[in-house]
Nanobody, 132 residues
Framework: QVQLVESGGGLVQAGGSLRPSCLASVSEWIFSSYCLGWFRQRPGKEREGVATLDGHGGTAYADSVKGRFTITRDSAKITLYLEMNSLKPEDTGVYYC????????????????????????WGQGTQVTVSS
């Protein structure tokens, strides 16, 4: 069983930045091989993929965040990050970390579009609120 613990959400004004993080309860070697991703659920909307990466550094982003968000993995710290810049009120929501074992090279775009039941492991979420 993999545990994922998010932190670093918060309240920020439009145009500001946040960097939530996700700490995993696995070894560095296993963590580096997983597909990892950030997903969000905005008020009144379905949960959606925001940014993902595969075990070989490939990444994928939702169109709405391209150029503003960056996903990175620090395997030595067993931590996933989401650098969020130029935040907009429509970015408000609960942000969840996801992890999937057996991740193939080039899988990041598919992981981004995964159905909820196919994401693998989930964290508990961290709230991000962007005020206008």
């Amino acid at each position: 069983q993999v545990q994922l613990v998010e932190s670093g959400g918060g309240l920020v004004q439009a145009g500001g930045s946040l960097r939530p993080s996700c700490l995993a309860s696995v070894s560095e070697w296993i963590f580096s091989s997983y597909c990892l991703g950030w997903f969000r659920q905005r008020p009144g909307k379905e949960r959606e993929g925001v940014a993902t990466l595969d075990g070989h550094g490939g990444t994928a982003y939702a169109d709405s965040v391209k150029g503003r968000f960056t996903i990175t993995r620090d395997s030595a710290k067993i931590t996933l990050y989401l650098e969020m810049n130029s935040l907009k009120p429509e970015d408000t929501g609960v942000y969840y970390c996801g992890a999937l074992s057996g991740c193939a090279t080039g899988y990041a775009p598919f992981y981004l579009r995964s159905a909820r039941e196919d994401v693998g492991y989930w964290g508990q979420g961290t709230q991000v609120t962007v005020s206008s």
